[in-house]
C-alpha cells in the first residue's frame, strides 16, 4: 500500500513514519512517497527516516520527489501537511496582525485567515489533481486551518478527504485519564469545528463521568485544561473548550501575551528548525538524535504564552508525546481493512449539526470503517457554542469566497467579521498589512 506525504520536508513527518513503523499487520503501508518543494528539506528528513528504520525489518520504502503529478500517481492514500508560505510566513502572520492589536495565531483569527487565504488556492489545486490522477486515494488533512481546507478539498473530492487533529484526542484522553478510565475505551461526546469544540460528556463503561469531574474542584484543577481556563470558568460553562478557545475567553490576556513575548510562535519555531535543518546536514551528526532533541524542546514551549497567561505553570510529561500520527494510522487502518472504529474527525456535516449546512465541515466523533468516515448523530450545542460555531463558519465561508473569487472585498469582509478583528478599518489594514509582506496573497485583486 502506497503512502504519499504532502509537505514531506516536514519537521513532524517522522512521527507518522514511526507510527507506520509499528504496523506488522497484513495491508500495512509498503512505500512512503515523500513529495516536498524544497530538496533540502526533503534530503534530511530522509536521513532522520532512515535512522529510525535501520533496526526495523521490512520497513516501509522511502523515496523523494519534488515533482507533485509523480508523488499523487498510484497512491492508496494521501497526507497532506504542506505550509504553504513556510514558517516565515507564519512569523509574518503574528507580526501583522500583534502590529494591529488582534491575535495573529496560525488557526484562529486574523492569522488563521491570513494563513487559509495563502493555503486554499494551493490545496484546491492539489484536490484536482488528486481526483484527476488518484481518483481511488483518500485524502488525509492535516494542513492548517484543518477545517476550512478540508472544506475547500471537499468541494473536489466529496467524503475521500478527512481532517484530522490531535488537541480533541489530547483533550479526551486528559479527562479519561484524570477520571481514572482508560482513554481507549472512554466514548467523547465532543462536538465543534477545528480548533472549536468541546467535551460535553465523557462516558466510561457507559456512565457519563464528566459531572463527577465537574463538580470536583481538585480533579478539575489537576490537568492542563483545568489550569488554563480556571476551575469556575469550566464549571460555568458545564464544559470542557479545547485549549484553543483560550484565544477566544481570554483574547485580551493573549493578545498582550504575545505582544510581550521575546518571540513570536512562528518566530521562534522558525529559527528552531532553521537550526535542525543545518545541523541535520552536518556530517557524522546522528540526524534522529538531532530531531529527537528539537521536538522535546518544541513540545514543551507549546502554547507556552497561554499557560503563563493563566498561570498554569509547565506541561505534564503525559502531554508531550503528540498524537496526530496516531490518529492518522488509526484512520488509514480503519478504511483500508475495514476495522471499525470511532474517531473524532473533520467532515463534512451531512446533517449532524442541524444550525450547519450538509457541506459544512465540522469536528465531531465518527465512526470509521471501510466507506469512509460517518459522523455521528451529537445533540445541539448551547446558545453560547452556536454562536461562536456559525460565526466563525460565517467566515471560513467568506475565506473560501475570496480564494475563489480573487476578491480583495470579500477577503476584507472575511477579516471583519471573524469575532477577534473588531473592527472593519481594522480589517482592511490586516488585509493591506498581508498582501504587502505575502507573494501568496498577490492574487487578491
Known sequence: MKLTILGGGGFRVPLVYGALLTDRAEGRVTEVVLHDLDAGRLSAVGRVLAEQAAAVPDAPTVTTTTDLDEALRGADFIFSAIRVGGLEGRADDERVALAEGVLGQETVGAGGIAYGLRTVPVAVDIARRVARLAPDAWVINFTNPAGLVTEAMSRH?????????????GL????ARVLGGNPNEAWIDYVGLNHLGWVRGLKIAGRDELPRLLADPDL???FEEGKLFGVDWLQSLGAIPNEYLHYYYFNREAVRSYQQAEKTRGAFLADQQARFYDEVGTPGVKALDVWDRTRAEREATYMSENRETAGAGERDADDLSGGYEKVALALMRAIARDERTTLILNVRNQGT???LDRDAVIEV?????????HPVSVAPLPDHATGLVCSVKAVEREVLAAAESASRTTAVKAFALHPLVDSV???????????SVHPGLAYLK
Open 365 to 373: 466523533p465518527c465512526l470509521v470503517d471501510a466507506n469512509g468516515a
Open 220 to 222: 478539575l484543577g489537576s
Open 425 to 435: 478599518n481594522v480589517a482592511r489594514r490586516l488585509v493591506e498589512g498581508y498582501t
Open 353 to 355: 449539526l442541524a444550525v
Open 172 to 175: 479526551g484522553r486528559r479527562i
Open 157 to 169: 473530492l466529496g467524503d475521500r478527504v478527512i481532517g484530522i487533529c490531535d488537541s480533541p484526542v
